[in-house]
């Protein structure tokens, strides 16, 4: 079956520091690339919405200027959290989509950011 | 806003049991319904519901979509340790920004 992979796993940053994880459709090729972000005891947020080559939709309440991402091919999209602080420490997903359809997306195994 | 209710936030059950998670929705655009079970990474995906009334199965697990009342269930029977996790229910919702909203989830304890 389709697979996703993220790198990093986890992550362990300073206080102002970037991070960029980076998601890979591994077997197939993800038109849509879904970014979510989920808090102990909370449900996965969607954060963006991204197409293979083209600005990602932000949901409402996401700074895009803080969390950057880019959807260069097909199989790869890096989320980069710039001048991260403790509050953007989280457990970050993401997830391929084909054919734009959201109900169709499979779900890559994470990123633990610990930002100090 | 687009919003999923999932009820029990959580359930402790013996092993054997059986279980019913309740998920039900108000948005404005209903494509599907979705539940994934979530252990300590990314969600893995059980079912997907478009249609109301058809049963969904797989094993123990079974799920219907119930859309005059917005609601599905999930069921499980016979329970068993490995059953242990978070339940999760999403709805796909279509249109020009098609994406899954998300319940808070069911937090499963099966003991044995």
């Known amino acids: 079956g389709a697979v996703v992979s993220q790198h990093p796993s986890w992550v362990i940053c300073k206080s102002g520091t970037s991070v960029k994880i980076e998601c890979r459709s591994l077997?197939?090729?993800?038109?849509?690339m879904f970014w979510y972000r989920q808090f102990p005891k909370q449900s996965l947020m969607l954060m963006a919405t991204?197409?293979?080559?083209?600005?990602?939709?932000?949901e409402q309440g996401v700074e895009k200027d803080k969390f950057l991402i880019n959807h260069a091919s097909l199989t790869l999209s890096t989320l980069t959290v710039t001048s991260a602080h403790p509050e953007d420490s989280s457990f970050y997903i993401c997830?391929?989509?084909?054919?734009?359809?959201?109900?169709?997306?499979?779900f890559g195994p994470g990123t633990r950011l610990t930002v100090l | 806003e687009d919003k999923v209710v999932q009820s029990p936030l959580s359930l402790v059950v013996h092993e054997g049991d059986t279980v019913t998670l309740n998920c039900s929705y108000e948005v404005t655009n209903f494509r599907s319904l979705l539940w994934y079970k979530q252990e300590k990474k990314a969600p893995t995906f059980l079912f997907m519901l478009?249609?109301?009334?058809i049963e969904k199965k797989s094993g123990r697990l079974s799920s219907i979509l119930d859309k005059k009342e917005l609601s599905s269930i999930l069921n499980i029977t016979a329970t068993q340790t490995g059953d242990s996790a978070i339940y999760l229910c999403?709805?796909?919702?279509?249109?020009?920004?098609?994406?899954?909203?998300f319940g808070k989830g069911t937090k499963l304890t099966v003991n044995p």
């Open positions: 999403a709805v796909g919702i279509k249109g020009g920004s098609e994406k899954l909203v």
């Open positions: 997830s391929g989509g084909v054919g734009g359809v959201a109900d169709t997306q499979y």
């Open positions: 478009t249609s109301s009334g």
């Open positions: 991204s197409n293979e080559g083209s600005k990602a939709t932000y």
């Open positions: 077997d197939f090729q993800a038109t849509t």
